[in-house]
């Protein structure tokens, strides 16, 4: 039939052609993104104890998730956490994290999410297991982390413990009884496709 | 006259005790600062200071990361945003690949940076924390300079 048309018109279908060709690859690229990332991540560090509760945030972390190998990278900066009172945050920095020495916390693993459709509402379960670094100090880490996608939106979050001594985090006596021995770890991330 | 160089020491050692305590209490409530009364260690551009941290990350820790080290940043905005803790972020772009992403405390002021817009050229005081795996050098209780 295209035969038949005139030679302009001829060319103006296969152009229509190529740019409808180019918008479905576009599409189902986006669609098909493999990498998912936050330069927002929430990172809570929170200590309870008789004595006192202590409430350290880091809203400016960094994630990333690569669906196709599986594997998840977080990171804090130490200097970038806040606490209530700027002397807890002093301490923190200065005798417990040594943040001048050790700028960074950051884990590295990896997690099944193959069967994670990011593209379509959903509840998920992802078992990520992998090393922490932290004060110059690498650990085993493992925790179960949700992903909840709902209108489009992908929120990944996971919480587990780490006790201060496996990192050379050393507490003195005076303030033992105010920081407990199981640091709940919190991580909350809102994430984008990354093209 | 004994009784009386007792309460002498009784009166100074609780006049000492108020001190001592209310040092200590004052250390406790010590309350959050941002830069702005601070004198600056360094006065740089963004671009210069990203620069730094892209051609060796671990010398510009080692110079840059460090409470006792405040900075003067000059830069061309890239975006300004408040972020989930309520903290407003001001980026500079810059000539390298690395931007520099400076925090302002929340319900602080600090110059209200949410002022500003792409292509604007602010200066800001703040401390630096180091740079994040998107090449993002990191500045904390940043505040304008007017």
């Given amino acids: 039939m295209a035969l038949l048309l005139p030679n302009a018109l001829q060319n103006k279908i296969i152009h229509m052609k190529n740019l409808i060709l180019l918008v479905v690859l576009t599409v189902s690229f986006q669609a098909n993104a493999q990498k998912y990332f936050s330069k927002t991540a ?154 | 006259m004994n009784n009386m160089k007792k309460k002498i020491v009784i009166i100074v050692a609780l006049a000492l005790l108020a001190i001592g305590g209310s040092v200590v209490l004052y250390q406790w409530n010590k309350p959050k600062t941002n830069a702005a009364d601070v004198k600056p260690t360094y006065v740089l551009s ?24 405040a900075f003067e940043i000059t830069g061309i905005v890239d975006t300004v945003y408040t972020n989930d803790g309520g903290e407003d972020i001001l980026v500079f772009q810059t000539k390298s690949e690395a931007k520099v992403a400076c925090s302002f405390n929340a319900g602080q002021d600090s110059g209200n940076p949410n002022q500003y817009k792409k292509g604007d050229t602010v200066k800001l005081k703040g401390y630096c924390g180091g740079i994040d795996m998107f090449l993002e050098v990191q500045m904390r209780a940043c505040a304008i300079v007017k």
């Fill in chain 1, 42 to 195: 929430h990172i809570k560090f929170f200590s309870h104890t008789s004595a006192e509760d202590i409430k350290a945030d880091n809203y400016k972390s960094s994630i990333v998730i690569d669906k196709a190998t599986g594997v998840v990278q977080v990171e804090g900066l130490i200097k970038m956490f806040e606490f209530e009172k700027a002397l807890m945050q002093e301490h923190f920095n200065e005798n417990y994290l040594e943040s001048d020495t050790y700028p960074k916390a950051t884990f590295k693993g990896k997690g099944d999410f193959s069967g994670v459709n990011f593209a379509a509402d959903g509840n998920y379960s992802v078992n990520v297991a992998g090393q922490l670094t932290m004060h110059g100090a690498t650990k085993d880490v493992s925790a179960t982390a949700t992903i909840k996608i709902s209108g489009g939106k992908i929120e990944g979050s996971t919480k587990f413990n780490i006790n201060p001594i496996d990192y050379n985090v050393k507490i003195p006596d005076l303030v033992k009884g105010q920081i407990s021995d199981k640091i709940e770890v919190t991580v909350k991330a809102t994430l984008q496709p990354l093209k």
């Fill in chain 2, 46 to 69: 963004a671009d210069e200071l990203a620069g730094e941290f892209i051609s060796d990350e671990n010398v510009a820790n080692g110079k840059y990361v460090k409470d006792s080290v």
